[in-house]
């Protein structure tokens, strides 16, 4: 683990050795120059990604502030909530789908629905009127504290799951700040925190770059950002083992279905995988446990990610690459037209481009 944090800050890094000797001021006063000519505030915005580079410890470089920056561009345009088309929509089909899921009769729903919020208005009203993440979220929180039904309901099923300027997840914020001790006063939640210009930018640049992944591309990064943590990673290890396996694979980076517990039946990944354990001189139980590493950098050292990809370079008679965008496509009610991560991640690779120009520097 200590040799993949080494590799992760230096490419991380880059030639960053002169810039962490920078004052808080010369750092803020660089990142202003990375920041596109409509922002306002820019000494705001400046100082709110100064302090989790700082505290997270990531090099002042001209590529880290501009990978900030071009998933703060592409997520929000710099806003710090920003509306969402037909929100409300999207806000009622959960509800639906969460009453159809629990059991709960309609009429009690709407009862509930139509009392008197914390604010003076109905419930109902809050989410119909509701045009950013933040609002949404609040009215649902209310419900949730005020309304015996609402935490029956609701309780850890608040529809709004990401939001601020890098619209980051809640759950990560949440475990993210279980792990490393969040920098701010918390004034209410960590979910109210993520919807702040300083939480919002703290998560989401932690979301980002604080891990330990030996990607040489920034592109694998972004792709991760909107996939999840190695979700690039374990992309191409998945087209190593359908190379390695002769079965179909399909590239979207989960190597164990979301929930899925040891006695159920194997996805499409381990079943692979389980085709080849002759090959690999591995049983069923240790492929399953090797895959259940997914999510951690820790992956990279079983058994089975090195017997894999040497029986996939063997058999393409070349290194297979080890990282591969996730081919996923993009599902939200939020969204007007059909959106991948390919498409994401090459998006905000453009923006990059473009920030370090801004700063002065060749892209």
Request: glycine share 8%; net charge positive.
């Amino acid at each position: 683990m200590r040799s993949l944090v080494a590799i992760a800050v230096l490419l991380l890094g880059g030639c960053a050795g002169p810039r962490l000797q920078m004052t808080a001021g010369e750092a803020r006063a660089l990142i202003a120059t990375y920041l596109p000519a409509a922002v306002a505030d820019k000494e705001g915005w400046a100082a709110d990604i100064h302090t989790p580079m700082s505290v997270l410890q990531i090099p002042f470089t001209a590529d880290n502030i501009c990978a900030i920056v071009a998933v703060t561009e592409q997520e929000s345009g710099f806003r710090v909530d920003p509306p969402i088309p037909n929100l409300s929509k999207v806000a009622w089909e959960e509800i639906e789908r969460q009453r159809e899921k629990l059991g709960i009769p309609k009429f009690a729903l709407d009862a509930a629905l139509g009392l008197q919020s914390s604010n003076g208005k109905t419930y109902r009203s809050r989410i119909d009127a509701a045009k950013t993440e933040r609002e949404l979220s609040d009215a649902f929180e209310d419900l949730i504290g005020r309304v015996p039904l609402g935490k029956h309901f609701l309780e850890d099923r608040n529809p709004v799951r990401t939001g601020g300027p890098m619209q980051v997840g809640v759950a990560f914020a949440r475990e993210h700040s279980k792990a490393k001790k969040y920098p701010y006063p918390v004034a209410e939640s960590i979910r109210d925190e993520v919807f702040t210009r300083r939480g919002g930018m703290y998560f989401g640049i932690a979301h980002l770059l604080d891990y330990a992944a030996r990607y040489d591309r920034y592109l694998y990064r972004y792709a991760d950002f909107n996939a999840g943590h190695y979700a690039s990673r374990n992309a191409a290890f998945q087209n190593a083992l359908a190379v390695a396996s002769g079965k179909k694979v399909v590239l979207d980076g989960d190597l164990v279905r979301p929930g899925q517990g040891r006695d159920a039946a194997p996805g499409e990944t381990e079943a692979a995988a389980r085709s080849i354990s002759t090959s690999l001189g591995l049983d069923a139980a240790t492929i399953r446990r090797d895959l259940e590493l997914g999510s951690q950098a820790e992956f990279e050292a079983t058994t089975l990610y090195a017997r894999v990809f040497a029986l996939a370079d063997e058999r393409s008679a070349k290194p297979m690459p080890r990282a591969v965008v996730p081919a996923i496509e993009l599902h939200s009610a939020k969204f007007t037209r059909r959106l991948t991560t390919q498409w994401f991640a090459e998006r905000v690779v453009a923006r990059h481009r473009t920030c370090l120009a801004r700063g002065g520097r060749p892209a």
